[in-house]
Nanobody, 125 residues
Framework: QVQLVESGGGLVQAGGSLRLSCAAS????????MGWFRQAPGKEREFVAA????????YYGDSVKGRFTISRDNAKNTLNLQMNSLKPEDTAVYYC??????????????????WGKGTLVTVSS
């Protein structure tokens, strides 16, 4: 059982930046593809980004491409999401996810084996 704990959410003005982190309990963190999803009030969950086990392959949702960067540190069991040029429409609860299948599965099917409880990001206009 992998436990995931997100941190780094908060209130930021439009155009600003935030860095989210996700700490994983599992020592075999490097065997999981990882991803970020978000869900805004009244909307469906949306894929944000995914990264392969070794960090070499990354995928992004169209709405965040060029503004967000996903990264991981397998030595520290940590997943990160650097968010720049934030917009009010980025306001959502952001969830960290882990999956034993390839990162492309996270991107294409929006599924994962394990999920964190989320961290709220609010972008004011």
């Amino acid at each position: 059982q992998v436990q995931l704990v997100e941190s780094g959410g908060g209130l930021v003005q439009a155009g600003g930046s935030l860095r989210l982190s996700c700490a994983a309990s599992e020592r075999t963190f490097s065997t999981y593809a990882m991803g970020w999803f978000r869900q805004a009030p009244g909307k469906e969950r949306e894929f944000v980004a995914a990264i392969s086990r070794n960090g070499f392959t990354r995928y992004y949702g169209d709405s965040v491409k060029g503004r967000f960067t996903i990264s991981r540190d397998n030595a520290k069991n940590t997943l990160n999401l650097q968010m720049n040029s934030l917009k009010p429409e980025d306001t959502a609860v952001y969830y960290c996810a882990a999956d034993a299948k390839p990162a492309s599965t996270i991107k294409n099917y929006g599924v994962a084996d394990y999920w964190g409880k989320g961290t709220l990001v609010t972008v004011s206009s």
